[in-house]
């Protein structure tokens, strides 16, 4: 993750994301690693510019360079009133007011006058009611939403995410912001030990393939001696049976667990 400014960075402007979904990339250009995305409809502080890129912060306190061709600059006061009543989509197309169809991810915001064409959307004001923020539910929405999805580093939508982009947009689904890395993510909640087959749904383990045992990756606990979570080495979702000792993959992340972290 690039070195975050203090809070006391000045904000040069607010801005919606105007595509379905924008990389984020770790430098001011087009051909660096994209290290997340931020989704349509989503508000993002820009905290400074070079050429056509802005460095902005999302609301998981993220920060990285996004294309000003993505961005809908917008007033301070026009962005806080989108976070009022909003279509949230859990998978849908759409179509705007001038006739462009769109396909939006899981978590992206419809425009008030885009309709909705197929799949679903959900109302911000009720979320919380089919989503709850109870272990049973995020693990439910983990298997439902991200099954089959390909690893793709800096992801965080059923179209392709990484570890930690599964974990923090599941959670954030049910009203809980993580971070966005792993090793963020690992500071978070309190401490559920480190017996990877006596963990509750919904808790976090936490691995690392380096030296120095920095956090590397991240699964979520089923509660069932399995994990659910987007993992490389499988080329993407998966659900492991951690007892499985026959299974070469399961016993080197085995090998490479750290603890876990209960977060709700």
């Known amino acids: 993750m690039p070195d975050s400014p203090g809070r006391g960075e000045p904000i040069l402007y607010c801005a919606i994301i105007r595509a379905p979904i924008a990389p984020m990339h770790g430098e001011p250009r087009i051909s660096s690693a994209m290290i997340s995305q931020q989704l349509g409809g989503h508000r993002v502080d820009a905290l400074a510019e070079e050429g056509e890129w802005a460095r902005v912060r999302g609301a998981d ?4 360079w996004i294309h000003t061709g993505f961005l809908a600059r917008a007033p301070a006061t026009t962005a806080r009133q989108s976070r009022r009543i909003t279509r949230i989509s859990l998978g849908c ?12 991810p899981l978590r992206a915001y419809l425009a ?10 959900i109302e911000s004001t009720r979320r919380a009611a089919r989503f709850p923020l109870e272990p049973d539910a995020i693990v439910s929405s983990a298997e439902k939403y991200f099954a089959g999805t390909s690893y793709l580093w ?28 792993a090793s963020q993510q690992a ?9 990877a087959t006596a963990l509750e749904a919904a808790d976090l383990l936490f691995f690392s393939d380096r030296e120095d045992k920095r956090v590397t990756h991240v699964g979520i606990a ?10 490389l080495g499988r080329g993407g979702y998966s659900i492991e049976r951690l007892t499985d000792r026959r299974d070469a993959y399961v016993a080197q992340l085995r090998k490479r667990f750290l603890f876990a972290r209960r977060v709700v």
Request: charged share 20%; aromatic share 4%; net charge negative.
């Open 154 to 181: 800096g992801g965080v939508t059923p179209w392709g995410a990484d570890c930690s982009g599964l974990v923090q947009t599941v959670f954030a689904l049910h009203g809980k912001q993580l971070p966005r890395d």
């Open 61 to 64: 306190g993220y920060d990285g």
């Open 93 to 104: 197309s759409t179509r705007t007011a001038s006739g462009v169809s769109r396909v939006l």
């Open 187 to 195: 500071q978070a909640g309190d401490d559920a030990g480190t017996d």
């Open 112 to 121: 008030p006058d885009e309709t909705l064409t197929s799949g679903d959307v």
């Open 222 to 231: 089923t509660g069932e001696k399995r994990m659910v979570h987007l993992g």
